[in-house]
């Protein structure tokens, strides 16, 4: 049985989230409702997925995100985020969360993506794919000439996604295969947290925060 | 407001000191006829000319002293009014006299309409003004010798210094007025926010999700949506535009997505809050023709265009109904979408097909940044 914790600050929203899960099979084994709690319940639990508000009352749900995927590799981060953060959204999936969803999305689309987040693959919403096309275009503007970039292929897929279209529908759009669109996808959001990865580790050196022996 | 913000015009003691000015130089009128009065053959022009004068300065005065005066149509009034009181003192010397350096009774006092024109214009008012009472001088004395260069320019320099001090002060007094605006607007918001966060939008959820009753649940939804839209801050952007991103994320609703990049999408006001109206149309269409099918708006921000696609996965317009439409009298997708786009300079294209939805593509070309 996938096991999840539930982070969100409102107890009411919290309470609905955690039934509704319940109620389509899965176990839910923590709640919190602050950054400081959610990562430290979510070390001694070990959930198999972490669904994560952003606006929380103390704390940012960006840095418990990047706190729990930083200290445990088996345990993904749904982001459930109402739609007026997104600048939020898109740091929090730099930050290594696995997807996002709005919170005006039905239980059963929650439950989908649970079960997929669960399974490794990432949650892509029409709003995400956007949030990354706009990032993407952001780093090919700046100055570095390390920044990572999007091949024509995944930006047409992207774009795609940003117009709703399935992965099933885009396969047939560019004739390519169900899996090679979903791969083209997982690879945009990964190309972009390895590099924010990075440039936390250069900013850490930079600034003496780390010993480099031990980065 | 208004009220409010006539008080603090800091404009006004410049306009003070243009009023200043006129009577101090009306004065040295009288003082510099007195002294060289042997040099008018008679009494009654000049005497009449300073009196024109006095009136003239009495009313620039009361013009000048209050804001509804202190207008470029004012302005042109007093430079015409002056122009014609120096063109009267052709009758205070005899013909020629003025070629032989014959005193101009009107002296310096004819200097006033150029500050007041840098004052209303700015730089380019001043030089204006200054430019058109030295030539009107110029033109009764008839030559140019080297008192006429240094008039012309120290008059120049004077009008176009206080034009470009008038102007800057201006800018600076706009940007205080919206910096204090924004910050009034940003801590309404954060309050109304925290308000709202906590209270309304918890209970709208868990109604939602209890889904008892289905109407009452999609309206629940619905409200939460647009309650969360209205939060939205948005990125500050320049005076005079929008963020396009914001405007279309405030179109999100349960069976609207929208996505776009976090960065502000900055386009000229207008264009923007035209393109977001041709957006909500494409959305009321499908919301017309095809209930229940769910919408995307995709805004896709390129170097030279912006392109929103709206598109929803009802059942498609079927070939030849859009013309036939129109041809009906149903202008609105072809007036308001279309329409608009070419006003914008853009182009509006739908792909659609029976079973296909319909996918309107929306590109307009972005100027050059400011």
Redesign the interface.
Known sequence: MTTVMVVDDHPMWREAVERDLAARGFEVVATAGDAGSAVRRALAVRPDVVVMDLQLGTGSGVDATRDVVAALPGTRVLVLSASAEQADVLEAVKAGASGYLVKSAGADELADAVTRTAAGDAVFSAGLAGLLLGEYRRLQAGPDPGAPQLTERETEVLKLVSRGLSAKAIAERLVLSHRTVENHVQNTLRKLQLHNRVELTRYAIEHGLTDPDSA | MAGELRQRDLLAPLWRVVVAFRLVAWVLAVAGWFRERDDYPGTAAPVAVLVAMAVWTAVVTVAYSRAAGRRTRVTLLDLGVTVLVLAATVATQPAGAFGEGAPIVTSIWVAGPALAMALARGRDGGVAGAVVVWAAVTFLRGYVGDREVFNLTLLVLTAGLLGYAATITRRAELALREAAAAQAAAQERERLGRAV?DGVL??L??VR???VDPELTRLA?EQ??AL??L???GPEVAVGTADL?TAL?LL?T?DV???????PVELPAHTAAELTAAVREALANTAEHAAGA???V????ADDEVVV?V?D?GPGIPDGRLPAAAGEGHHGVRSSICGRLADLGGSAVLHTAPGQGT?WELTIPRGTPR
């Open positions: 966060h918890q209970v959820a868990a999700r209890r889904g939804a939460e949506v969360r839209g939060l939205t801050t991103g994320r999100a349960p997505d929208v996505a776009g990049p976090a960065e769910h919408a995307w995709s805004l896709e921000p696609v598109r996965d996918e």
